[in-house]
């Protein structure tokens, strides 16, 4: 069965800090990996995706994620945060054959002005 | 030109009465599912529904009927509510090529249910 886990749970950050958040899963085959963002009161929204290809995803409002997959992770990043980026970060997998979203349990990122 | 939306956006209601939540998406999709965000926002899916056809039925209780009139839409059915029961019912949709997602799931804003 498929897991993702988060396991950095509330992170808070100055405004233009460096952010990096976890993600491990634990799936044996080939994975699709995602990202996405709840702001608060608002509905999920995808940051990025990854495939296959490039391992350095970029995806919107200048967020990034790295798969490396002989530790099973996909960590996003961010270079400098914004008070805007406060909100509710997902990680997600799903494998060849699963069409559902397994998601790990969010990382509640607080931006301090 | 929402591309998936859900109604109501909130619901309250007593237990022991039956609800039903209704998503529809503009898309194209092929394949819909609900999510249920507890209240520690842990995303679980419940059903997924291809060309109307069931194919992801979660451990969820028999209670919780989902119902796919066509592939655009996608609507949520539960009966005598218990206060287990609230939470953010998500719906999302997406197009599914082979055997796995090549496309990314789009999602609607959430129900909020509240069982009193």
């Known amino acids: 069965a498929q897991s993702v886990s988060q396991h950095n749970h509330h992170v808070i950050l100055s405004e233009a800090a460096s952010l990096e958040l976890g993600c491990n899963y634990s799936?044996?085959?080939?994975?699709?990996l995602f990202w996405y963002v709840q702001y608060p009161g608002q509905h999920l929204q995808l940051l990025l995706k990854?495939?296959?290809?490039?391992?350095l995803v970029k995806g919107i409002k200048g967020f990034e994620a790295e798969f490396i997959k002989s530790k099973f992770s996909f960590n996003l990043r961010k270079p400098s945060v914004q008070w805007s980026d406060t909100a509710e970060y997902f990680c997600a997998v799903n494998g060849a054959g699963r069409r559902a979203l397994t998601f790990g349990s969010g990382t509640r990122l607080q931006v301090q002005p | 030109d929402t591309a998936v939306s859900q109604t109501p956006k909130y619901l309250v209601t007593q237990m022991g009465n039956d609800k039903s939540i209704k998503c529809e998406q503009n898309?194209?999709?092929?394949?819909m599912y609900w999510y249920k965000q507890d209240s520690k926002k842990f995303l679980k899916i419940m059903f997924s529904?291809?060309?109307?056809?069931?194919?992801i039925n979660e451990t969820v209780p028999n209670r919780f009927s989902p119902k796919s009139p066509d592939k655009a839409h996608l609507n949520l059915h539960i009966n005598s509510l218990e206060l287990g029961d609230s939470a953010v019912y998500f719906c999302?949709?997406?197009?599914?090529?082979?055997?796995?997602?090549?496309?990314?799931?789009?999602f609607g804003p959430g129900t909020r249910l509240t069982v009193l």
């Open positions: 898309l194209g999709h092929d394949t």
């Open positions: 999302a949709s997406s197009q599914v090529s082979g055997g796995s997602i090549t496309d990314t799931q789009y």
């Open positions: 990854y495939f296959s290809g490039d391992p």
């Open positions: 799936y044996g085959g080939t994975v699709n």
């Open positions: 529904y291809n060309n109307k056809e069931l194919i």
